[in-house]
């Protein structure tokens, strides 16, 4: 039965020029898994708040949302704030309160729920959801990831029927997002809750998903059981969801796969395994790019927050070249953005040295270091924004770096164009989406012309195709000369364009290597394409690389060929 | 202190009231002694040590209180010697002792209570008085550790921008301007955020409970209900001037009565009550075990 129907649903935010939703329609049953996904700006996000009608944007609405056969806005208010749950994507900004406990207990407290029900409830969602040991603690002093559990628990606690999630992980580091994606399918699976969820990590979500809604331009154009997705690119091929599909998909769809498509790791690997020979194995690796001089060089370097605090990077050996892209790789906690400040001069070095194009990083004034040398980009691109319009913002970078005023308005328009933001630049940074905010920032920091680029999780929360974009500028950038060094979970992102990859461990840099030295040799951490390979191939890490391996050797007609 | 951690923090609360008050407006200076001992001793109980400089700092205050009430109040019979031509009186001295002692020994039980009251009971305490007040406290406290490591990356940020980095003042003022107006931006963004959040889960739908883990507990009648009586009991003595006590003209007490008795071993036991409580609770497991 369809809990959720929505029929022919159109929205238009008040003085917007285009629509926001152009007609969409699905519909989702009961105790179903459903993974809404498109490309940012398709109107994932508006559709799924104009479900919850407490927080439904204004604007011009038609069509119909019909929950469990009654009209959402119709719907009684506490039975919408308590069958409707909803989790938003910013994990600090939805806690409400200051404790643990107490933050469980807002929701039932705003049901006017008595204190041994509210008890009873907060109890028990406390144990289900494992935060007993921090159940006292203060909200404030939680991780990431520990608060998007806690505002998940905060909404279970008022036992929704239907669970709606905006990118919930969108924040989170790789292992906290897929302990929060695991959580969400226990609950759909032990209590049948029907979910419905936006997501960009579809490598996770695509095997677990009961549904794929895919949007495009304001309309649902697919939902289905997720391995029927392959038919539908197989009419799209030029889709820009394509790139953000699970690896296994993505290989299957290239070499034009028959029947249902695979899903996880390992139904790739068979689909590889028995389907290609493997009589050539490794890939023919370009020769790597030459670059210059030593750009940026970390000699024996350690490192304390404070006289009491353990060192958080120790002895740390690094030299990376001009014109490289190195991507430093690593677990939480391990000190990879700590290193970053310190190559920054925001962290200073406590022994060793630190040295940038062979001088000590202490020699540079303040404003010669941040006036053309180095530029960091925060984990968070937010911080990097001061004004009210995206233009202003970068005229001011350019007030600061001295570019003289009439040459100002030129260059901003120049790096505007080269970045693709030229259409967001009276817009508010805080207006723009993950991948565009990310890529302004890029902008004020590229108007500073630095020789050293520093980049903290530039991909975080930005979906696949944003990703690719990103990808490409960075390696035009290492092109013109910039040396770039990138901190990032991502394994993909690093396969796809370092030049050098590092993995950090224990405040040290263990290991290095090109990307195909360096993941080939890893088993857990390297890309979902190896993990497909590996065994078959020798040291293919990107799926386009497996599927030229595929190609090159063709067809497996015999049967299993396993000898290398 | 484990007499404190598993009391209903109203009852805490009236518990200390009942002997600051106590100590604060009793005439006789045992009583204030007494409070001044059990303060000190429940304030070592509960923060297991005094730190060095913080003692210091109490007993110089209390050397300095005791000793300015004579230089400037010549009061009293008993002329002890002249000072500058004006007389220091005994009188003098030991009220200036008597007020000293009161005021340590309000101060340390005060310490006391802080060292309970975490934000958490506070919190409960205003909850009981408004609901309302009481969320809007949580929300505020909840924002202020976020605001302050916000302030810090947006300002690293801005400095690897190139701002914060030209000698002259007013450049250094602007970029400060600049990092707290983005910082403003950011928490409004929040707040609406918050709202969304809050309006998800039924905020405003009416008929709001507020839910707190503290319970009111047997334990917690048997403490209040020993507070209200020893209480009730020392302030009858002393309502009865039992315990009247005066420096000025001459150093004068009531004589010693039963009431005076019973009053001061009721406001000994009311000072004991943590301890009485910890070593029941001691005395409880020990047999059980």
Request: hydrophobic residues 45%.
């Amino acid at each position: 039965m369809a809990v959720l129907e929505i029929k022919d649903l159109s929205f238009r935010y008040p003085e917007a020029e285009g629509m926001a939703l152009n007609g969409a329609s699905v519909s989702v049953n009961e105790g179903e898994f459903a993974v809404i996904c498109g490309e940012s700006g398709c109107g994932k996000t508006t559709l799924l708040r104009l479900i919850k009608k407490e927080i439904a944007p204004f604007g011009k609405i038609s069509g119909e949302i019909i929950y469990n056969g009654e009209s959402v806005e119709k719907l009684n208010k506490r039975i919408s704030a308590s069958e409707i749950g909803f989790v938003l994507q910013d994990p600090e900004s939805q806690i409400v309160t200051d404790f643990v406990w107490h933050e469980l207990a807002f929701g039932l407290e705003s049901l006017g729920l008595d204190s041994q029900t509210i008890r009873r409830r907060v109890a028990e969602m406390a144990s289900y959801f494992g935060i007993a040991d921090w159940f006292r603690k203060k909200t404030s002093e939680l991780s990431g990831g520990q608060k998007q559990l806690l505002n998940l628990a905060s909404v279970m606690a008022m036992q929704p029927k239907m669970l709606l999630l905006d990118e919930p992980t969108a924040q989170l580091d790789p292992i906290a997002a897929s302990n929060f994606i695991s959580t969400v399918k226990k609950l759909n699976r032990e209590l049948g809750l029907t979910v419905v969820m936006i997501e960009h990590r579809l490598e996770e979500v695509f095997p677990i998903a009961d549904r794929v809604i895919l949007m495009d331009s304001g309309r649902v154009v697919f939902s289905e059981s997720p391995r029927r997705i392959g038919e539908f690119f197989k009419e799209n091929k030029r889709h820009a969801m394509l790139a953000g599909l699970p690896a296994a998909m993505r290989i299957f769809g290239l070499l034009s796969g028959e029947g249902e498509a695979p899903l996880t790791v390992g139904e790739g690997r068979r689909f590889v395994t028995e389907g290609y020979k493997n009589s050539i194995s490794s890939v023919e690796i370009a020769k790597t790019r030459s670059f210059g001089e030593a750009a940026v060089e970390l000699k024996n370097v350690c490192f304390r927050y404070e006289k009491e605090t353990p060192e958080v990077v120790r002895n740390a050996e690094l030299s990376v070249y001009a014109g490289e892209h190195f991507c430093i790789l690593g677990g939480n906690g391990t000190g990879k953005t700590t290193t970053l400040g310190i190559i920054a001069g925001v962290n200073k070095a406590n022994r060793g040295k630190v040295l940038l194009f062979g001088k000590r990083i202490g020699s540079y004034s303040q404003s010669e270091l941040y006036g053309s040398l180095v530029a960091l980009l925060p984990q968070d691109p937010q911080d990097v924004f001061v004004a009210n319009t995206v233009e202003d913002d970068l005229a001011e970078i350019c007030r600061f770096s001295n570019i003289e005023k009439n040459e100002a308005g030129e260059k901003i328009k120049a790096v505007a164009e080269k970045l693709g933001i030229s259409h967001l630049l009276k817009m508010h940074p805080y207006d723009l989406s993950g991948g565009e905010r990310q890529k302004a920032a890029l902008a004020k920091l590229l108007l500073k012309q630095p020789k050293i680029l520093l980049l903290d999780e530039p991909t975080k929360g930005i979906d696949a195709n944003a990703k690719l974009g990103f990808a490409r500028i960075i390696r035009e950038l290492c092109e013109s000369g910039i040396t770039v060094i990138t901190v990032t979970h991502d394994v993909e992102f690093a396969a796809e364009t370092a030049d050098r990859c590092g993995l950090f461990f224990d405040g040290e840099l263990i290991s290095f290597g090109t990307p195909n030295e360096f993941f080939s040799e890893n088993s857990f951490y390297t890309t979902a394409a190896n993990r497909i390979s590996r065994g078959h191939f020798k040291n293919a890490v990107l799926c386009s690389e497996v599927v030229e391996l595929c190609l090159k050797n063709g067809k497996n007609t015999e049967g299993c060929d396993e000898t290398d | 202190m484990n007499a404190f951690s598993n009391l209903n923090p109203v009852v805490s609360a009236f518990y200390f009231a009942s002997v600051a008050v106590g100590a604060m407006f009793s005439q006789s200076p045992l009583i204030k002694l007494i409070a001044l001992v059990f303060g000190v001793a429940c304030f070592l109980r509960l923060e297991k040590r005094i730190k060095a400089k913080e003692l210091c700092f109490w007993l110089l205050a209390f050397f300095a209180v005791a000793a300015s009430n004579p230089l400037f109040s010549h009061n009293g019979t008993t002329v002890l010697f002249f000072l500058n031509s004006n007389p220091i009186t005994l009188e003098a001295l030991l009220f200036g002792v008597d007020i000293a002692v009161m005021l340590v020994a309000t101060v340390f039980w005060f310490k006391c209570f802080n060292s309970v009251f975490t934000e958490e009971k506070l919190l409960y305490l205003f909850g009981k008085i408004s609901p309302k007040l009481a969320l809007l406290l949580s929300s505020a406290l909840r924002f202020l550790p976020h605001f302050r490591r916000k302030h810090k990356k947006i300002v690293a940020a801005q400095k690897t921008m190139g701002m914060f980095s030209s000698d002259s003042f007013a450049d250094r003022m602007k970029s400060s301007i600049r990092s707290f107006s983005a910082l403003m931006t950011d928490a409004l963004e929040g707040a609406v955020e918050t709202g969304a959040s809050m309006k998800a889960r039924g905020f405003g739908l009416g008929g709001r409970t507020s839910f707190s883990l503290f319970e009111f507990k047997k334990g917690d009648t048997v403490f209040l209900l020993a507070t209200v009586a020893l209480g009730t009991l020392f302030a009858y003595c002393s309502a009865n001037g039992a315990l009247g006590f005066e420096f000025y003209p001459q150093i004068s007490f009531a004589a010693l009565s039963a009431e005076g008795i019973i009053g001061t071993v009721a406001f000994s036991l009311l000072c004991a009550l943590p301890f009485l409580k910890e070593g029941l609770q001691w005395l409880f497991w020990k047999l059980k075990i």
